[in-house]
């Protein structure tokens, strides 16, 4: 799951650092929305502005995380 959603958002988004440790201060609201628009498509689930948060994207694996999260709770 994580090299998938890696590889989507390196495919979508190249100039993020997505080996950072706090990848919301790597992103603007446009990137952040397109994220949230990627997985939503992807993984068929419903992530909108309220999952925007710095927790949600720290790192790679929270990102992972939140998918994971939405997944279980369909």
Known sequence: MKQKIL??????LPTVDWSSDF????M???????????LS???KIQ???EDATPKNFMTI???VALV???LKAK
Request: a negative charge; charged letters at 30%; glycine letters at 0%.
């Open 41 to 43: 498509d992807e993984f």
């Open 61 to 63: 694996d929270s990102l």
């Open 68 to 70: 994971e999260s939405k």
């Open 47 to 49: 992530l909108d502005s």
């Open 7 to 12: 590889n989507l958002l390196e495919d979508n």
């Open 28 to 38: 603007d609201s446009l990137a952040v929305t397109t994220v949230l628009a990627i």
């Open 23 to 26: 990848l919301f201060s790597e």
